[in-house]
């Protein structure tokens, strides 16, 4: 049964920092690109920043380019996501999700539960 379980959410203050990680029980992790996406109330949910399957290369968006950065470590089947300079603009439940490459999709197939980042004045 796939899993991905993130951690790390809270509460900080403006100009904090946080690092969510999402833990993925996928059978070959590594074939999976990962994605952090947050929905804030009221809005749509928005891709935050991705990571490729082998090259790891990264994409962000435009809001949090040079703020945040994405990573995955293969042997942990674990991604993270370091958020740096936090801005109150920031707050939403973020989530992890895996698009499995191999099938050609290009969807993101599995998600977590989500976990709160509230970034306070």
């Known amino acids: 049964q796939v899993q991905l379980v993130e951690s790390g959410g809270g509460m900080v203050q403006a100009g904090g920092f946080l690092r969510l990680s999402c833990a993925a029980s996928?059978?070959?992790?590594?074939?999976?690109?990962m994605g952090w996406f947050r929905q804030a109330p009221g809005k749509e949910r928005e891709l935050v920043a991705s990571?490729?399957?082998?090259?790891?290369?990264?994409s962000y968006a435009d809001s949090v380019k040079g703020r945040f950065t994405i990573s995955r470590d293969n042997a942990k089947s674990t991604v993270y996501l370091q958020m740096n300079s936090l801005k109150p603009e920031d707050t939403a439940v973020y989530y992890c999700?895996?698009?499995?490459?191999?099938?050609?999709?290009?969807?993101?197939?599995?998600w977590g539960q989500g976990t709160l980042v509230t970034v306070s004045e």
């Open positions: 990571i490729g399957w082998i090259s790891s290369i990264t």
């Open positions: 996928l059978r070959t992790f590594s074939n999976y690109r």
């Open positions: 999700a895996a698009d499995y490459v191999p099938g050609g999709d290009s969807r993101y197939e599995y």
